[in-house]
């Protein structure tokens, strides 16, 4: 088969998978009762010419299914409509400034995650102690389990205000401009060849990394010990070590197998991985979309929330199929 | 005859009780975190008895620390923080208990009846549980609750849809197993209605993982209960809420009063570590069963 | 002298349950192209022993007594870098299962590749030592390309067997290499495997529960019964004078085409090695069992010429 159309059926199998999510939005978001109208501007005493004005601004006086099927056209063509609260202010423009942060925030809490779910996971399945494996193992349930506001507040008060070591919050201080090319500061001061603002850029996103990956890396601690611990013991090691090869490739090729099953978790995790980062990025005042989507929830920005759902959405299925690839380089009984 | 019925019911709820706590006492996990999660509902029930003050009443100056007179605290309005701690635990654990009962009573009965009836109807179930179950479980809980309105009922059923499909994937998933084993076709074939077929036979073996699959969940929904209200999408203020504190809390982390933000969240925390202790301990209890 | 000396091997599972003496004082030779089978049930030692050899027992269990002498060398007391190069080049392993001995991750040429690098080979000889090796055993040149999920289990075990041959080993051991295939690929494997007796000369230790199997292909035959060696003798001398009431009872569990008689199974349950019965291990289940066979635990005795056997029957 191949990999080339591997990738090429699954990137289409995404379209049906987002097409279900945007409906199921639509449902929740118009199809309930209220009138998103009154319940953005705060209060019922509306004349009700005006009433009939703005709801004809907005759009929303039109039947549902062509509100459905007008706003996904516009969607994708890269029209999200307008904010309620803010008159005349383009969702899709302040969406895509804040996304980058967003992307930028989780590139950087898997990185943790994978680094220290894998690395305590690996020590936990090396460890020969059995107090040592439960703690381990203790350490990945409670981990998961931490309330992320809680975590991050915790960090904030001890690294920032007591130890004055880590900024509290937002991507930069004002250490030198950047012009933003992907929006990943990160990547951006690399580009540019500006390391003071590389360095600053990572300082503010240590915190909310860090709060975001321990979090998430909980499953992965649990996940790696048993899979190294199973893989260590299997036959097909065995088979390696009876023919001679050095317990140094061992290893090497034992680590491909346990990557299975960490890439199909990975894959199942983004969803929780988005919850999470909405709220670190509330947490740290973090400009992305996860603020955005909080902001606007609190004004009952209805037109805006409506969008950034979908856009969530739509990281869903793209994250998913990444994930689908990336299975398929790994494991080639998926390709053939 | 009435008799013989209540002696029967009174009988089944003691046997059940009776099997819980030997569940509980059977391993230190699933003890522990019992222990810690009793603490909290007892908190929530005898608040009056516990807490000093009222906890939306201003009782102090604001924004004193911890002392004997206020333990945790007042906060920038003057009130004491402590009490607002116990008596957030009523919001918490209502909310959260509510949300559950609905998720799980309401995807059992679905993947009770999807699964074991199969066909269209199973698909469009299926179908429907899936396309929630991708969806990111807060952020749709934040869609529902601002669709619905903010208050602590529809903060508890946005959860509950959230987690139907959780409850529904796994019941459907043991029916269809259990299903097709022979003495489940032998009570068809000797013309067993198929309600009792399922409540009788089928449902005691999707009991077990049930258990499992609703101590993970608690864990999950307390957490998704105190994002929504950090994001203030259950009570209302004044209302003492254990999310919305830590919220309204963060303004103060640079001017270091930290005793508003550091309780409440120790205390979602700790009351989710509980939960999740005690499905740890279930699912140990339970594999071993099984073995 | 002999290519490899087995002296005296035990080797036991340290469990939660109890200690497992899973091979008990097993001894023996093999000479230069010599077949032995290892002929036992599941829970015999037989496997255990297998890997013994190469010093791989797996965890919980270790060698603790006996000597492996490949050449004159102790296996057992080399170090884990001496030992590493001899496995796969001096004594190597063919394993039961074909589907998880290959790494399915890895297309076939890229690991034959590494094993013949691991041992010192050049890049630039390996890729057509492997095109040799898999030609050797049957297999077409492109191969190599694919990976195992893509190959039968036939091939699987081809595979396997041209990279235990492919370093020209002394000893070569096979635990139940034809078990998980079809009757016509077993047939196929074994004429294999006696090829590569033939040609290059190699000592094969063939492990099998399979009594008829070991008749028909090996030279020399050791049945083990709960770890210990019930009998042992050359192909011929064994089918003309089997003594001990285990083989004997093996042998009548063959199914026969030529006679009317049906095969009898011997009744009971290989022991629970936790806890062995005292005496001979067998006496529970020997219709011959005397008082001495529940006490006192019966010793090789020689009975014939290369036959021995462990039965107070035959004092």
Not at chain 1, 260 to 267: A, L, R, S
Not at chain 2, 50 to 79: C, F, H, W
Not at chain 3, 54 to 67: A, D, F, R, S, Y
Not at chain 3, 133 to 139: D, S
Request: aromatic share 10%; glycine share 8%; hydrophobic share 45%.
């Amino acid at each position: 088969m191949g990999l080339a159309r591997y990738i090429a059926i699954r990137a289409l199998a995404i379209i049906p998978t987002v097409l279900i999510l945007y409906t199921l939005v639509f449902i929740v978001l118009r199809v309930l009762p209220g009138n998103p109208v009154l319940a953005a501007i705060g209060t019922k005493n509306i004349p009700e010419e005006q009433l009939k004005e703005l709801m004809k601004e907005l759009g929303l006086d039109k039947p549902l299914y062509q509100q459905y099927f007008e706003y996904l056209y516009n969607f994708i063509r890269g029209d999200m409509g307008q904010s309620m609260i803010i008159r005349g202010r383009s969702i899709a423009g302040d969406i895509a400034d804040k996304l980058p942060a967003t992307i930028e925030l989780s590139v950087w809490s898997i990185i943790f995650s994978l680094l220290i779910g894998i690395g305590l996971g690996y020590l936990g399945a090396r460890a020969h102690s059995r107090v040592v494996k439960t703690a381990v193992r203790l350490t990945g349930s409670i981990l998961f389990v931490i309330f992320i506001p809680a975590l991050g507040l915790s960090l904030q008060l001890i690294f920032s205000k007591y130890l004055g070591l880590l900024p509290i919050g937002g991507r930069l201080s004002s250490v030198g401009l950047l012009k933003p090319i992907t929006g990943l500061y990160t990547i951006d001061a690399l580009i540019e060849l500006k390391p003071l603002v590389f360095i600053d850029a990572l300082q503010h996103l240590l915190l909310p990394a860090f709060t975001l990956g321990l979090v998430i890396s909980g499953p992965y601690i649990r996940l790696t010990m048993n899979n190294i611990e199973e893989i260590l013991e299997s036959k097909i090691i065995e088979a390696y070590r009876a023919r001679g090869v050095r317990e140094e490739k061992i290893f090497r090729h034992a680590f491909r197998h346990v990557l299975i099953p960490i890439t199909t978790y990975t894959g199942l995790q983004f969803s929780l991985l988005m919850g999470g980062a909405v709220l670190t990025e509330t947490t740290y005042n973090w400009p992305g979309i996860g603020t955005y989507l909080v902001d606007k929830v609190m004004y009952r920005d209805y037109t805006a929330i409506q969008a950034v759902v979908i856009i969530f959405a739509v990281i869903v299925g793209l994250t998913s199929l990444i994930v689908d690839i990336l299975y398929a380089l790994i494991d080639p009984r998926v390709r053939y | 005859m009435r008799e013989l019925f209540k002696s029967n019911v009174a009988g089944k709820a003691s046997r059940a009780l009776l099997n819980a706590s030997r569940i509980i006492l059977s391993n230190k996990y699933i003890l522990a975190g019992f222990i810690i999660v009793l603490v909290f509902v007892l908190m929530a029930i005898l608040a009056d008895f516990i807490a000093p003050y009222s906890p939306i009443e201003i009782v102090g100056p604001v924004l004193q620390p911890p002392s004997q007179k206020y333990l945790m605290g007042t906060d920038n309005l003057g009130r004491d923080v402590f009490s607002r701690t116990i008596y957030g635990s009523r919001v918490v654990l209502l909310t959260t208990a509510i949300a559950i009962a609905l998720s799980g009573a309401i995807g059992t009965l679905l993947g009770l009846i999807s699964g074991y009836i199969g066909g269209a109807l199973d698909r469009v179930f299926s179908f429907i549980m899936d396309s929630i179950y991708a969806f990111p479980s807060l952020i749709l809980a934040i869609a529902l609750s601002v669709a619905l309105g903010p208050s602590p009922i529809n903060a508890a059923i946005a959860i509950a849809v959230v987690y139907i499909p959780t409850y529904f994937r796994m019941v459907r998933g043991q029916v269809l197993s259990i299903k097709n084993e022979p003495y489940i076709e032998i009570a068809r074939a000797l013309g067993i209605p198929s309600t009792r077929i399922v409540t009788r036979h089928i449902l005691p073996h999707v009991g077990r993982t049930l258990m499992v699959v609703f101590s993970m969940n608690s864990a999950d929904a307390i957490l998704t209960e105190a994002a929504l209200s950090f994001i203030g999408l259950t009570v209302q203020p004044p209302q003492p809420d254990w999310g919305f504190d830590l919220y309204k809390g963060r303004g103060f982390i640079l001017t270091g009063y930290w005793w508003m933000m550091v309780f409440p969240g120790f205390c979602i925390t700790l009351l989710a570590v509980g939960f999740a202790l005690m499905s740890e301990g279930v699912s140990t209890v339970i594999s071993g069963r099984k073995r | 002298m002999s290519t490899l000396e087995v002296k005296d091997l035990w080797v036991k599972y340290y469990t939660f349950s109890g200690i497992v003496s899973a091979v008990s004082g097993v001894s023996f030779n093999l000479r230069k192209g010599e077949m032995l089978a290892v002929v036992g049930e599941s829970g015999s030692g037989k496997s255990t022993l297998g890997l013994a050899l190469l010093n791989m027992v797996p965890k919980p269990g270790k060698i603790v007594k006996g000597e492996v002498l490949l050449g004159g060398v102790n296996v057992l007391k080399l170090t884990p870098e001496e030992i590493r190069k001899i496995r796969g080049s001096r004594l190597s392993m063919v394993f039961q299962d074909p589907f998880t001995t290959l790494d399915p991750l890895r297309k076939i040429v890229d690991q034959f590749e590494e094993f013949l690098l691991e041992h010192g080979f050049d890049k630039s000889k390996s890729r057509s030592i492997v095109k040799e090796y898999l030609e050797a055993v049957g297999l077409p040149e492109r191969i190599m390309y694919s990976y195992p999920h893509q190959l039968s289990g036939g091939q699987k075990q081809r595979v396997s067997i041209a990279m235990a041959i492919a370093l020209n080993p002394e000893v070569i051991i096979a635990d139940e290499p034809t078990t998980a295939l079809d009757v016509v690929v077993q047939k196929q494997i074994m004429d294999l495997i006696d090829y590569i007796k033939g040609k290059y000369g190699s000592s094969i230790i063939l492990i099998t529960h399979d009594l008829a199997l070991a008749l028909e292909r090996a030279d020399t035959v050791m049945v083990m019964y709960g770890g210990y060696i019930m009998e042992y003798a050359d192909k011929k001398e064994l089918l003309n004078n089997m003594k001990h009431p285990y083989t004997k009872a093996l042998f009548e569990a063959l199914p026969r085409i030529t006679t009317r008689i049906l095969p009898k199974s011997l009744p009971g349950y290989p022991p629970d090695l936790r806890s062995p019965p005292q005496g001979c291990i067998f006496h529970p289940r020997c219709e011959y069992a005397t008082e001495e066979c529940r006490l006192k635990r019966p010793e090789m005795i020689e009975v014939g010429k290369g036959h021995f056997v462990a039965c107070h029957l035959y004092r």
